[in-house]
């Protein structure tokens, strides 16, 4: 079963913030994040692993609740080149990465 | 860098067709997948390898088959297009099989049925 994101969408001006969620219904191991800009593959974001843990990547970071089955991504003073796709990845008991349905993130200048 | 690279990046083919998507990987992965996108569905698992010549079934392996004959490639085989199988393909290869490695993809094959 996919991981839900939300929002589906969301529009931004430079400079501003976001924060995208992906829950899901089974225990999790691990979430991936990944990016995809228009016409070109994913890209590895970052994984959290089971912990709780947060990790950071320039302005991009994540948290991981595994009690609540739960990752979001914070987007911080957002540019112009965060817009594009993004999906979460998750990884459950039975070892399989499944992919949520994406949130599209535009900025706008 | 990693490099995964898909043999097309537009195809048209007929229904009926037998239609092969190829693809390649430089950083001697032992796990290659095949994924197609659609728009609200995100990415769905075809298949999955994790060593030259084993294969397992994804989500949505109806209507397809899968080849690894060198550990480089990765062939997604559809046995007799049809219309519902105009998609965007993705191919990805990672070290480990899902935990804990990130998975590299390809630029995509976008595959018209008609």
């Known amino acids: 079963q996919q991981p839900v994101q939300s929002p589906q969408a969301v529009i931004l001006r430079e400079g501003e913030d976001a924060v995208i969620n992906c829950s899901s219904s089974?225990?999790?191991?691990?979430v991936h994040w990944y990016r995809q800009k228009h016409g070109e593959a994913p890209v590895f974001l970052m994984i959290l692993l089971k912990g709780g843990e947060q990790k950071g990547h320039d302005k991009i970071s994540a948290s991981f609740n595994e009690k609540k089955q739960q990752s979001s991504l914070y987007l911080t003073a957002s540019q112009l080149s965060y817009s594009g796709t993004y999906f979460c990845g998750t990884v459950s008991s039975y070892g399989k990465l499944t992919f949520g349905q994406g949130t599209i993130l535009t900025v706008h200048p | 860098d990693v490099k995964v690279t898909q043999s097309s990046r537009y195809l048209v083919k007929r229904t009926g067709e037998k239609v092969f998507l190829e693809c390649v990987q430089d950083?001697?992965?032992?796990?290659m997948f095949w994924y197609r996108q659609d728009p609200g569905l995100g990415l769905r698992l075809i298949y999955f390898s994790y060593d030259v010549k084993m294969k397992e079934k994804g989500d949505i392996p109806e209507g397809y088959s899968v080849s690894r004959e060198k550990k480089e490639r990765f062939s997604l085989i559809l046995e007799s297009a049809s219309t519902n199988q105009t998609s965007m393909y993705l191919c990805?290869?990672?070290?480990?099989?899902?935990?804990?490695?990130?998975?590299?993809f390809g630029d995509g094959t976008r595959l018209s049925i008609l």
């Open positions: 990805a290869s990672s070290l480990d099989t899902y935990s804990n490695q990130p998975q590299h």
């Open positions: 950083m001697d992965h032992e796990n």
């Open positions: 089974k225990a999790l191991y691990s």
